[in-house]
């Protein structure tokens, strides 16, 4: 077992690297080994993951219908919910929020207007090197608290809501080609940190004659 769980994502159309069963959900647990990152499903990252039993940052929390992941079936027990199975019965380690936002706005959304600022791009160095303590954990406790209050267009919700509007309309473009009502829309959501509306309702409209992509939520950001 030398792989680690970095964190659950979304993947497009990917094979679990240990089953080799197809991860239909679009969510998948990644893998590092040697700083090759591989896709995951839930029992799959259980078993070769070091570190299963830890809570581990989820970049998929605004996600949507999609078909069932394959290698869910084998594992779920009961009533358990088809994607808990790491994350919901994982201790909480102390700072796992503060993480999964900073590495929110440092990684998944540092092209996004005002993710990135000099102090926190500074905290994402140390996280990356020397790993944070607990002056910069409360720092970002902090910043967590004051954008939920004054700018919640900066919450961890709504960034979780962006990172997966834009994960869509990427894949979008993707399987399209070129778009040009969706890179503007795609554009105007990492300027503006929101859509509107009429611009899901019509992003629905596209992404109904393309396979395997959700109907998005379109009151997320209201
Ligand atoms: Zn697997």
Redesign the pocket.
Known sequence: MTYLIDRIDFVDNKL??????HLRTNIAYILIKDGIEVP??P??AKKNGKNSGEKIPDFTKASFDVPEDD?VDQVRDGANPVRGNIRARAPRPAGYHEVEYLRLRAEKLVRFNGAMFPKLKEIYLKYQTSGLDDTDITYLERLIKKVSADNPLLSPKNLQNCYAYAFWLERFLDKKGTNEFASSVLAQLQQKLKLTEAQIVAINNWFQHIERMPRLDTKAFL
């Open positions: 679990c690297e240990f089953c080799k069963r995951a499903g029992s799959c290698e």
